[in-house]
Structures are given as C-alpha cells and as structure tokens.
C-alpha cells in the first residue's frame, strides 16, 4: 500500500508561480515512478508529468512543457511539481499518483496504482 498526500494548491493570478508536494508513505518510494495528473470540472482526468524511479527520466504533456519542471526527493518520500508562467486553463485539481508495477514512465491514468486526495490549482485572469 502506499499514501500519498498533496499539498500546495492555491489561488494564484495569470504568470505566477506554485510549487505542489505528493509526500508518499508506505511501500518503497525511491522504487517506483510517479506521476502528476490534473482534472477540470466535466472533463476526463489528464496527465500532466511524470518522473522515473531514480529521477533520471521524465516526461511532460506538451500544455505544460517548459511552465511545469517535475523534481523528486527520496530522502524525503516527496515528489515536486514547479508551476511556473500559470494559465487559467491551468486551473484544475491536481492529483499525483504512484506507479509501483510498471518499469517505465507512462502517460496512461489506468497504470497508475494509487492516488492521493487532490489539491486544487486556481489560476485567476
């Protein structure tokens, strides 16, 4: 089993910055790949980044390349989400969520095990 608790959402006007945290607890964190999903009111949950075990790969939605930077702290069971340049089509709830069987980095929400609570991102214009 694994726990994973967002955090960090907020309000925040267009061009600004916010800095999400998944804190993992549980089975191994440093073993397997996490991701960061967003979902907008009456719209399919989206995927927005992922990163590899180790930190050594990741994987950006072309939306958020170059705005969003995805980091990992195994030392601390933590995963990152840099929001910079925000959009209000950005605003969304933001999900993370841990991929413990697949060895590679997917885009693909069915992959993923296990999710946290969620944390919402509004971007005002």
């Known amino acids: 089993q694994v726990q994973l608790v967002e955090s960090g959402g907020g309000l925040v006007q267009t061009g600004g910055s916010l800095r999400l945290s998944c804190a993992a607890s549980g089975r191994t964190f440093s073993s397997y790949t996490m991701g960061w999903f967003r979902q907008q009111p009456g719209k399919e949950r989206e995927f927005v980044v992922a990163?590899?075990?180790?930190?050594?790969?990741?994987y950006y939605a072309n939306s958020v390349k170059g705005r969003f930077t995805i980091s990992r702290d195994n030392a601390k069971n933590t995963v990152y989400l840099q929001m910079n340049s925000l959009k209000p089509e950005d605003t969304a709830v933001y999900y993370c969520a841990a991929d413990v069987n697949t060895v590679y980095i997917t885009t693909n929400v069915n992959d993923y095990d296990y999710w946290g609570q969620g944390t919402q991102v509004t971007v005002s214009s």
């Open positions: 990163i590899s075990w180790n930190g050594g790969s990741t």
